[in-house]
């Protein structure tokens, strides 16, 4: 997948997200640096970038229950 090809639905953030861009790079920082292992790095990368994306959606449209075309409960891709 390059940065500008479509992205799933949510609770992913936009590819261009300030924020996932700092955690991205603090995963990365923090394997370089030996602060955590790969495992380590994936996992709190993960996490924090579900979140953000859960953030992103509730600022973009507040009290919906989806964001984008996908209602709630709809099959993602």
Request: aromatic share 6%; with cysteine; net charge negative.
């Amino acid at each position: 997948m390059t940065p500008d090809s479509q992205m799933s639905s949510p609770p992913f953030p936009s590819t261009d997200n300030a924020v996932l861009g700092l955690i991205v790079g603090g995963a990365i920082e923090s394997v370089r640096s030996g602060e955590a292992t790969v495992e380590e790095a994936i996992l709190h990368a993960a996490v924090h970038g579900w979140y953000e994306g859960h953030v992103q959606g509730e600022d973009e449209c507040p009290g919906c229950d989806f964001r984008g075309g996908l209602a709630k409960d709809s099959a993602r891709s």
